[in-house]
């Protein structure tokens, strides 16, 4: 393997943060692509660590801030640990009226969760809320893991959360 060569930070952050290095690389270091540089950081970590985001700041002679204001502006960017399944739940109208409210009540409940605390301790699961999906026509919608299900109950939900926890157990 060929050492990184990090130019910001000397050889401990280079150490630290050899992923963020490479990916920094992979974009000749250039400012404008600090957007898929950010993508590329939060799919290897599966969110933004303040910590990385001032590293890249200082190798691409940003300030701290300009990094933290993109990666806050854009919605597809986390800023929190997610865990490794994204659970959304849809609450649109259409969802709405048809009882998205209880389906996160009931995902809540299961997965040991509240309004203020959407990761679990595992890190296995994060659930969210979000204004719409798309698929009205099915709605109540969730997806897990961005795959579409739709006409769901709160059982339907939760027994779709168990499945999940099975395939994680084998």
Request: proline share 4%; hydrophobic share 35%.
């Amino acid at each position: 393997m060929q050492e990184t060569k990090c130019k910001c930070g000397g050889n401990e952050s280079a150490r630290k943060f050899e992923k963020v290095c490479h990916i920094l690389d992979s974009h000749s270091r250039e400012k404008n692509k600090l957007i898929p540089i950010l993508q590329e950081i939060q799919a290897e970590y599966r969110y933004l660590p303040e910590e990385v985001m001032t590293f890249v700041a200082t190798c691409l002679d940003l300030s701290p801030a300009r990094v933290y204001g993109v990666a806050s502006f854009y919605a597809n960017f986390a800023l929190k640990p997610k865990g490794k399944h994204v659970v959304h739940v849809c609450d649109g109208t259409a969802c709405h009226v048809k009882g998205s409210e209880d389906i996160k009540d009931a995902l809540q409940k299961r997965l040991g969760l509240t309004d203020d605390k959407s990761t679990t301790e595992d890190m296995l699961f994060t659930l969210e809320p979000v204004s719409c999906l798309g698929a009205c026509g099915l709605a109540p919608v969730i997806t897990i893991d961005n795959k579409v299900y739709g006409q769901l109950t709160p059982a339907d939900a939760v027994r779709l959360i168990d499945e999940v926890i099975a395939k994680e157990a084998e």
